[in-house]
């Protein structure tokens, strides 16, 4: 099956650290891919340089058999690859409902209109249909800010969801949720994504979620792909254990 | 019929019954707060944006020196065509200069944008030959949709001029505020990163912003320019972009309405500072926003949503207005 998305000899440096050192990776549709590495082990600027917030060094990167190397954030975002943060970006000043509608809106191409409303009645209907699977259609109206952070979590995701991206990157979807909210978070994620056929990756810390949840681990050490394959593989080779545990 | 839409012509309605029964110079302080209000319009959304202009003197002044021109060296008869040509000089001196203010924000979208003001202030004053220098240029009266009007009447009718563009524009922004532009602006204002990785880009939502900011400064610029009947460099020198800017803190930006309410107020309090305390009218100002900025951030239009409120909760059905 033909990759999603290909990287070949990525590189970035900064200074004298090479963040991301020569990695060649492909990933195949409805893959979920879990990174994990060490902090500083290059998995944050790996997930910048595809979605275009950094230009790498070196290398190319290929989505769907196009060269999107080194593309701003907006046309990669535009050609259907979709992110969220690990600080979930979104309007604070706005409700839950504006927020995805915007993100509706700008998936029409309609997002710089000046005239017509934003909220048609059609584009609100979408947006809760939305918010339903996140668990945040009863949301809808309240201003952003009254979230619990699990919530905010969920409507980055959700307006990365929004855009129908075909693949979307989690920058660790998890950080900040309580334990108790986590794996409801990660189930409701997946589970709606799963269902749009959206190939995932995902950065994360947490080894109980890469373990549970991800079909293929990346394990990053100092900017290269130290292993790759099914989570208990990789999670049991000792340079792993040892490099990304923390573990003899 | 929306409610904004019944609310512009509920105001437009009152605006002309005014005209009829006030004394001259109330009308006429009037007619150049409303066009100084489509400025100050401009100025509040651009803050929507996050973005704070000290340079909307640039297109106050190039409109109303482009109608000034058109009217005195063209021929250029007809008081609609000027407050077109106006619109259209404001937008296309945004669309020059947005190339560079686009990527730009916070202090330093600021005082570039002061610098450009300055910069055309420069240019009014040394090429005196045609723009009269310092002393600026008169401007002959316009005919009003082909008439050649005179004296009072001349005065009423581009009071019902201005106070209509006021209108127009104030429904049009309301529009504007609703739509995804106007969404994208404060979206902008909070989170550009969200934004490019909704696959907006950020630079050109801000320059389409600014473009709508300066068509909206131009039209107060060529409206002033006809109802004064004189033109000078004065109004694209800072002072006249800064008055924007306090105008827009003291009406509050909470709303289309908002900057028109703080510029009667403050054409009207002006007027009266200067009348009984000539050498210390800028400090009654000063004191004035003093105050706003103490006991109401919000500004002029925070006392409105307090009376709204308490309308509110004594008739539970009335919806406030958006």
């Known amino acids: 099956m033909a990759a999603v998305l290909e990287t070949a000899g990525l590189t970035k440096s900064f200074g004298g650290i090479v963040a991301v050192d020569d990695v060649t990776v492909a990933i195949r549709p409805g893959e979920i891919v879990g990174i994990v590495g060490a902090n500083g082990a290059g998995k944050t600027t790996f997930v910048n340089l595809i979605t275009g917030y950094l230009a790498p060094d070196r290398g190319r990167i290929t989505y769907l058999g196009r060269n999107i190397t080194a593309r701003p954030p907006q046309e990669v975002t535009r050609s259907g690859i979709a992110r969220s943060f690990q600080i979930p970006q979104i309007c604070r000043s706005l409700t839950v409902l504006e927020n995805v509608l915007i993100a509706l809106a700008a998936r029409e191409g309609r997002g710089l209109r000046a005239w017509g409303p934003l909220a048609t009645p059609g584009r609100e209907r979408q947006a809760l249909e939305v918010l339903g699977p996140f668990g945040l259609r009863e949301h809808a109206r309240r201003p952003v800010g009254e979230l619990p952070e699990g919530g905010l979590k969920l409507l980055d995701v959700a307006m990365s969801a929004a855009l129908q991206p075909k693949l979307l990157l989690m920058d660790e979807p998890t950080s900040g949720v309580s334990s108790k909210e986590k794996f409801g978070v990660m189930e409701t994620l997946l589970r709606v994504l799963e269902e749009q056929q959206v190939t995932v990756i995902f950065v994360e810390h947490d080894m109980d979620v890469v373990t549970r949840y991800a079909r293929r681990v990346l394990a990053f050490v100092e900017g290269k792909v130290l292993a790759d394959g099914p989570p208990d593989e990789v999670l049991a080779e000792p340079a792993v254990r040892k490099a990304v545990l923390g573990l003899a | ?322």
């Open chain 2, 1 to 322: 019929m929306t409610r904004a839409l019944g609310a512009t012509l509920g105001l437009l309605a009152l605006a002309l019954g005014l005209g009829f029964v006030l004394p001259e110079w109330v009308v006429f302080v009037l007619t150049l707060a409303l066009a100084k209000g489509l400025a100050v319009l401009s100025v509040v959304l651009l803050m929507y944006a996050g973005l704070v202009s000290f340079g909307q003197g640039l297109f106050f002044a190039g409109s109303a020196y482009a109608a000034g021109f058109a009217i005195k060296l063209w021929g250029v008869e007809e008081a609609l065509v000027a407050v077109g040509l106006g619109v259209a000089t404001g937008t296309a001196i945004a669309a020059l200069a947005g190339l560079l203010l686009a990527r730009y924000r916070e202090i330093f979208f600021a005082m570039l944008s002061l610098a450009l003001s300055m910069i055309f202030y420069g240019i009014l004053i040394k090429a005196y030959w045609v723009t009269g220098g310092s002393d600026g240029l008169s401007i002959p009266a316009p005919r009003v949709l082909g008439f050649a009007l005179a004296g009072a009447e001349l005065r009423a009718t581009l009071y019902a001029l201005t106070a209509s563009c006021a209108a127009a524009a104030v429904y049009l922004a309301h529009r504007y505020m609703h739509s995804p532009l106007g969404y994208a602006a404060q979206a902008v204002r909070d989170n550009e990163v969200r934004v490019e990785y909704l696959g907006v880009s950020v630079a050109r939502a801000v320059y389409l912003i600014y473009l709508v900011a300066g068509g909206l400064a131009g039209l107060g610029g060529v409206l002033v320019a006809l109802n004064v009947g004189h033109i000078e460099p004065h109004l694209a020198y800072w002072t006249t972009s800064g008055e924007f800017v306090f105008i827009a803190l003291l009406g509050g930006t909470g709303n289309v309405f908002a900057p028109f309410g703080g510029a009667i107020v403050y054409e009207f309090v002006r007027t009266y500072a200067f009348k009984y305390s000539p050498y210390t009218w800028q400090m009654t100002l000063g004191v004035i926003m003093l105050g706003i900025i103490l006991f109401m951030p919000g500004g002029l239009w925070t006392i409105y949503r307090a009376v709204e409120r308490k309308v509110h909760q004594w008739r539970p059905s009335s919806r406030p207005l958006a």
